[in-house]
């Protein structure tokens, strides 16, 4: 998941919306497990990798794995809220959601809400060692997002 600037769509949308609303629905538990990356930490380990001629695979990714639950949690605190999330059964929503999806402009596919299921968690040891890479924290990375989208009014 990459984030950092107005284009990103994810925590983009998730910071408009938990600067509007107290509560937040989060779809099974909340502890799958995603390492969001900030979109100039990824540039420059791709740009590291090009510079250095790098051979092999390499998992550019942020500096942790984070449960979804602490990803809307720093979100909220980055846009200065305290937030309650209210945590729904993954199965009925997904089996709505289904049906739901396919009136135009329905804003959820099936698919999200089983993708938030899943764990997303990969080990960045091979760029760290042979790029150099550091990423930085999400709280930190986030925090800056916020920020932005205050200048740029979108927040």
Known sequence: MIYGNERDHNMHKLL??????????VFGSGRALMQPVHVEDLAHG?????I???RGEFNLAGPEALPY???VDEAF???G???LMIFIPVRPVAAVVGLLQRV???PLKQEQIIRLQEDKAFDISAAQRELAYTPRMFFSGIAQEASQ????GML
């Open 104 to 106: 135009p402009r329905f």
């Open 16 to 25: 408009r919306l938990v600067a509007k609303v107290p509560i937040y629905p």
């Open 69 to 71: 639950r602490q990803i």
């Open 77 to 79: 605190h980055a846009v």
């Open 149 to 152: 989208l205050r200048q740029l």
């Open 81 to 83: 809220r305290r937030g």
């Open 52 to 54: 250095q001629d790098a």
């Open 46 to 50: 791709i740009a590291q990798a090009v």
